[in-house]
């Protein structure tokens, strides 16, 4: 039984990795602005080479200079090898230069705007048994991002996706020499510039780098009760990597998956991340699991069911509860003392108004008779003395109009907030 369960492990295991097939590319990239960019690093022409994906020489309008990118490179290729690039590069600039202009022209484009136009050519390879064969190769042109002209290698003729690309496709096809020795560069020269290439480069091109893997889950934002897992790998080279994400060892549909695609480090490296959604709660068994060609096994990383930023969300939930639930005791105290001080100074004032009552009954039992008698006149000081004590008809308005005027000077005075308003548009200006 035992030996049965190694056997059916071994087959499922290589069952899970497809023949590794070995596959190497050399490309050129040549990109064409219509006119200059006041952008850092962003030049009217570049060009660069592409061996694996990685870059090995550079040229652009600015040094109009080709140069080496990779040590191995400049100690393995000659002097004039870097002259005679960098007239090469020169003179393609020149074409580029007038050809965008043609083609803004063809296209009825506007002069004030800019445009883009990049070609692309190179081959690649693949291993049968022993031997590195001659794979397909790519000779394509585009503007601004969008397919313009491709040469078929198999038909030896020029495939035009739009109208505007019609004239040089009839124009090239018309000179068979010239389809002849494209396809003898694709299929001949550049599988043996890439093969010395990988040659010279064996210590770090064939080699490579294998990838370091992680998987991880982080809270799903557009639902709370599920969340994201993670399977990243980075570091890798060349590109090529095969990763999925399993359940119980079976991998996830492709349809299930969500995937960034392989995208460049800085190092010249990639990485590689997917991601596929379940439940929080979910107990299934998943892993991630990645091979490279540096690998001699696949890396299979399980994971620990804990999500990053789960229990990080649920303490900051609990905080939150406790801080509105005091909040809510607080206000409640708080309405229970305001009526308590309410009815408490409703019942004092309730007592003083009756006691006012008494004093003012007092007080006109004693005066009033008086007044009545002496019989007094307008601004005697008799009528003086009451308006003094006595709140006058006026003095409510009296106290108005000052608290108007106190506003109105205020509001005039205070400078400041014109001033502002006077720096702000000196500094948009």
């Known amino acids: 039984m035992g030996v049965f369960l190694v056997l059916c492990s071994v087959f499922l295991l290589a069952a899970a990795v497809p023949a590794w097939s070995e596959k190497h590319s050399l490309y050129y990239i040549y990109t064409a602005l219509s006119k200059p960019v006041q952008s850092p690093g962003i030049y009217q022409f570049t060009a660069m080479g592409l061996l694996d994906d990685r870059e090995i020489d550079y040229y652009n309008s600015k040094e109009q200079k080709k140069i080496p990118r990779q040590h191995w490179m400049k100690e393995k290729m000659q002097e004039d090898y870097w002259e005679k690039g960098t007239q090469s590069r020169k003179s393609k600039e020149q074409w ?13 484009h506007n002069e004030s705007d800019v445009h883009v136009l990049q070609w692309r050519h190179g081959c690649e390879i693949e291993k049968e048994g022993s031997e590195l064969k001659f794979s397909k190769g790519i000779d394509e042109y585009s503007y601004d991002g969008e397919n313009f002209l491709s040469f078929d290698d198999k038909e030896s003729q020029w495939i035009a996706p739009v109208d505007a690309a019609l004239p040089t496709k009839r124009k090239w096809d018309n000179v068979p020499i010239l389809n002849q020795y494209t396809k003898g560069y694709l299929e001949k020269e550049c599988v043996d510039w890439l093969n010395k290439f990988r040659e010279y480069g064996d210590e770090e091109v064939q080699k490579g780098s294998p990838p370091e893997v992680d998987v991880f889950a982080k809270r799903c934002t557009s639902d709370k009760t599920k969340v994201k897992l993670a399977c990243f790998a980075t570091g890798f080279y060349p590109k090529d990597v095969i990763m999925s994400i399993r359940k119980y060892r079976s991998p996830l549909r492709e349809d299930e998956i969500e995937s960034t695609g392989v995208r460049p480090n800085h190092d010249g490296t990639f990485q590689l991340k997917k991601t596929v959604i379940i439940q929080e709660d979910e107990k299934a068994e998943y892993d991630c699991f990645v ?6 096994e696949p890396i299979i990383i399980k994971w620990d069911g804990k999500c990053q930023d789960c229990t990080q969300e649920s303490m900051m939930s609990m905080v939150i509860g406790v801080v ?14 305001f009526l308590w001080r309410r009815r408490h100074n409703a019942g004092q004032g309730s007592a003083n108004n009756r006691s006012l009552d008494r004093e003012i009954k007092c007080a006109h039992l004693n005066v009033l008779p008086k007044t009545a008698i002496e019989g007094s006149q307008p601004g005697s000081d008799s009528d003086s003395g009451k308006g003094s004590s006595d709140p006058s008809p006026d003095s409510s308005t009296t106290n108005s109009q000052e608290a108007v005027n106190l506003v109105t000077e205020t509001s005039s005075g205070q400078s400041q907030p014109a001033e502002a308003q006077s720096l702000l548009q000196q500094s948009s200006e």
């Open 96 to 108: 580029f230069n007038v050809n965008v202009d043609i083609l803004m022209k063809r296209m009825r």
């Open 324 to 337: 509105i639930g005091v909040v809510l005791m607080l206000a409640v105290g708080g309405l229970v003392y």
């Open 291 to 296: 091979f490279h060609r540096t690998l001699k």
